[in-house]
C-alpha cells in the first residue's frame, strides 16, 4: 500500500536542542495529521492541519500544511526526554472522520544523554 | 473502558492455522478502522465500518482477511491460514461523528501477531 515519505528516517539530539521533520507525498491530501507512537502503544494524534498553508502550534509542537498540499512538516521546539519516540504524518482525503489515514514511513526520534 | 482496547495484546500462531483479533472501542463510537503496522513501518490501511457497515475493505491484502462488526460495536479481524508475512502488529481505531471535520481516530494498542 501507500506509505508516504518522511524524513530524517532517524534522528539523535541533545536534550534542548530544536527538532524538524518533514513528509510528503505524490498525491494531494485535505487533511495533514501528525501522530507519535511510543513503543507498545497505538499512535497518539498531536496536531491536525485542514487547510493548505496552515500553520498549527501545540506547546512546544509546530506543524504547518505545505502550500502544494503534498507536504508537511513537524517542528519539536527544545526538545525534553518524553519527546523520545516515532513520529507519524498522516494525509486523509478530505476533512471528514471517516476517511482512512495514508502514513508516512515514520521519524524515529531519540535523545542522546 | 476509556479508550479502545484489543484483545489479545500478543498472538502467536503456527503457520496455516487460523486466528481472530478482537477490538473493542469507544462506546458509542460510529466509525471503526483496522491499520496493519510491519515492523519499522507506518501503520497500513485494511478496512472501515461505519456502526455495522464495512464500507471500505479496500486495504484487505487477500481474501484470507476478513473483518466483521455485527451489532455495530466490537468488531473481530480474522485471518484465516496465516502466513508467515502476516507477522505485524493489528492496530484498530475509532472515531465518533464520521460528520465531524477530520475527526480524531483514536487507537487501540494493538495486536501483535507472530506467525511461525
Known amino acids: 500500500g501507500q506509505q508516504l515519505n518522511q524524513s530524517p528516517q532517524s534522528m539523535f539530539i541533545q536534550e534542548g536542542e530544536d527538532v524538524s521533520m518533514n513528509c510528503t507525498s505524490s498525491s494531494i491530501f485535505n487533511t495533514w495529521l501528525w501522530y507519535k507512537q511510543d513503543p507498545g502503544e497505538g499512535p497518539v494524534l498531536l496536531i491536525a492541519l485542514y487547510k493548505a498553508g496552515e500553520l498549527t502550534s501545540n506547546g512546544r509542537l509546530t506543524a504547518q500544511f505545505g502550500i502544494t498540499r503534498k507536504d508537511s512538516f513537524l517542528n519539536i521546539s527544545a526538545s525534553i526526554p518524553s519527546d523520545v519516540g516515532i513520529y507519524f504524518c498522516?494525509?486523509?482525503?478530505?476533512?471528514?472522520?471517516?476517511?482512512?489515514?495514508?502514513f508516512g514511513t515514520g521519524t524515529r526520534l531519540t535523545i542522546i544523554p | 473502558g476509556a479508550g479502545v482496547s484489543q484483545s489479545p495484546r500478543y498472538k502467536v500462531a503456527k503457520r496455516g492455522q487460523d486466528v481472530a483479533l478482537r477490538c473493542d472501542p469507544i462506546s458509542g463510537h460510529v466509525s471503526l478502522f483496522w491499520y496493519q503496522q510491519a515492523l519499522g513501518q507506518g501503520p497500513e490501511f485494511l478496512t472501515y465500518f461505519q456502526n455495522e457497515a464495512q464500507l471500505d475493505k479496500s486495504g484487505l491484502p487477500s481474501d484470507r482477511f476478513f473483518a466483521e462488526r455485527p451489532e455495530g460495536s466490537v468488531s473481530t479481524l480474522k485471518i484465516q491460514r496465516t502466513q508467515q508475512e502476516d507477522s505485524a502488529v493489528y492496530l484498530c481505531?475509532?472515531?465518533?461523528?464520521?460528520?465531524?471535520?477530520?475527526?480524531?481516530?483514536?487507537f487501540g494498542p494493538g495486536t501483535r501477531l507472530t506467525v511461525l
Open positions: 498522516a494525509g486523509q482525503g478530505s476533512n471528514f472522520g471517516n476517511e482512512k489515514l495514508t
Open positions: 481505531a475509532s472515531s465518533s461523528t464520521p460528520s465531524r471535520r477530520a475527526n480524531e481516530q483514536f
